[in-house]
């Protein structure tokens, strides 16, 4: 309810007699539409009305909505939620009845894939609908999963970089875009030796190692992007990465994020892939680490990481080296990838 005051609700009948006024109040009084507030006072006049009313809102009538409802959307639409709560349906109908409009002349679409872009913006016009507006909370109260619109999450692209196309081979997966650059620079260097050694026939060092190991691809993880990239890592690779003989490693921070992404990408693809850590990379961070700034001199692991880490991480080291790194971990430190740089591998 509104709180109004008395000069307000007779401000359309100023010009009328101060009796024509209070009987305009009693009738309003009468009918519900208002109700004194009594700690106001009255107005000092005889016979006195009070100063403050409370006015009532006038309930919207929603019965043309409970018809559309009921007669005008497609079947497959569930109406239970929006004839318990009319009023969201009036702010979300535009929406339901688009996505209705296109049940009825356009579910044969359905049979077909689609990104999830792609089907938002077919039914209602705006391509973000479904993955940032409220588009599915209006599918939850329509009764309809996401699967119903038989669509895909896009993935970013895979970035990676063939030193070979040679099976089987070492392919790494590098948390940090740096890292990435580095190593890359370290192995295209290598293969211009080799370029040079076939043209004139001169023995040349090459550079197809990375701390000791041999390395023919290196991917970009992305952070967590990894774990999305690598559902679809069948479509957007070349067919030798996907060689069965093939040891696929994985090289991050050495914080609790690392490790996680680590063991999340190992467990999700389990069954088909083997990943495991790069020890040697692993190693000479931590020696680094001891030989430069010190365990207290390293920078302070970020609060908000998710903590939640298994065992299989370490349960690839050594028993001393793993002691090392929870030591690292536990004194509430992190050693990034970034220690280790071009002139380390």
Known sequence: ?????????????????????????????????????????????????????????????????????????????????????????????????????????????LEYTESTNERSFEIWSREKFLSRGQGKRILKNCGLEEGFLNIYQTTEPLAYYSRTRQVPQNILILENKDTFYSMRRHLMEGSSREAAEIADKIPREGKDRVLGMEIGTLIYGAGKGILRSFLDFDLCVEPYMKNGENRIYYFGDLDYEGIGIYESLAE??????????????????????????????????????????????????????????????????????????????
């Open 268 to 345: 999700m693809v389990s069954g088909r892939w083997e990943i495991l850590p790069f020890t040697e990379a692993y190693a000479a961070m931590l020696e680094k680490a001891d030989g430069t700034c010190g365990v207290k001199n390293l920078p302070d692991t970020k609060e908000q990481q998710n903590r939640n880490i298994r065992e299989d991480f370490f349960a690839h080291f050594h028993e001393e080296t793993v002691s090392r790194m929870k030591a690292v971990l536990e004194s509430g430190k992190y050693i990034p990838q970034e220690i280790l740089n071009i002139t380390d591998f």
């Open 1 to 109: 309810m509104k709180r109004i005051s008395l000069k307000e609700l007779l401000h359309s009948r100023q010009n009328n007699t101060y009796e024509q006024q209070y009987q305009y109040i009693l009738e309003l009084i009468s009918e519900g539409k208002v109700k004194p507030v009594k700690a106001s006072g009255t107005n000092g006049k005889h016979p006195a009305l009070y100063r403050e009313y409370w006015l009532a809102e006038q309930e919207k009538d929603y019965s043309i909505f409970e018809e559309e409802l009921k007669y005008r959307l497609h079947p497959m639409i569930s109406i239970d939620y929006y004839l318990s709560h009319l009023a969201n349906y009036e702010q979300d109908r535009p929406w339901i009845l688009m996505l209705s409009e296109y049940l009825k002349k356009h579910r044969e679409k």
